[in-house]
């Protein structure tokens, strides 16, 4: 457990900015490394994240515990696209599209999933507090925009 905690301290510092800490998350996940996807996420009780279909899991036991069984058959290789972000002082919102391919019972699955990654800025740099993925289909990697207009 120490070694984990010092694991992630380590991690932390390198998080400097938000992109490092959403490359993190997904690096994470390209290699199925559980320590490496808890550094990533807010020393916080109310961290929360929910898998597509499943149940919201709230504070660290919890969110270990989930991707520990997304990563009971392997790595999960996810394409990032359409990176939208909203950010304000020591807050990034970013909504982005996902293809998702990870090694199931039934073998390689291919899925595609509507995230919110929220990350804030503390003492240890910026840190998940939230991802949020829902199901899709293939057509939503391709998105509806609505065209800019000018706000008087």
């Known amino acids: 457990m120490a070694d984990s905690r010092a694991k992630a301290n380590q991690q932390a510092v390198l998080l400097s900015s938000v992109d490092e800490a959403e490359a993190a998350f997904y690096d994470a996940m390209q290699h199925a490394d559980i320590d490496r996807m808890m550094a990533v996420w807010a020393d ?50 970013h909504h982005v599209l996902e293809k998702v391919q990870a090694m199931t019972a039934e073998g390689m699955q291919t899925a595609y999933v509507l995230a919110s990654n929220v990350y804030v800025h503390g003492p240890q740099g910026w840190r998940m507090v939230l991802h949020h993925a829902s199901p899709g289909q293939r057509d939503d990697m391709q998105e509806m925009v609505e065209a800019a207009s000018v706000l008087h």
């Open 44 to 93: 916080d009780e109310e961290i929360a994240c929910v898998h597509p279909g499943g149940l919201r899991m709230v504070g660290a036991v919890a969110i270990r515990a989930g991707f520990e069984a997304v990563f009971a058959h392997g790595a999960v290789q996810v394409t990032v696209a359409n990176v939208r972000r909203v950010e304000g002082q020591g807050l990034s919102v």
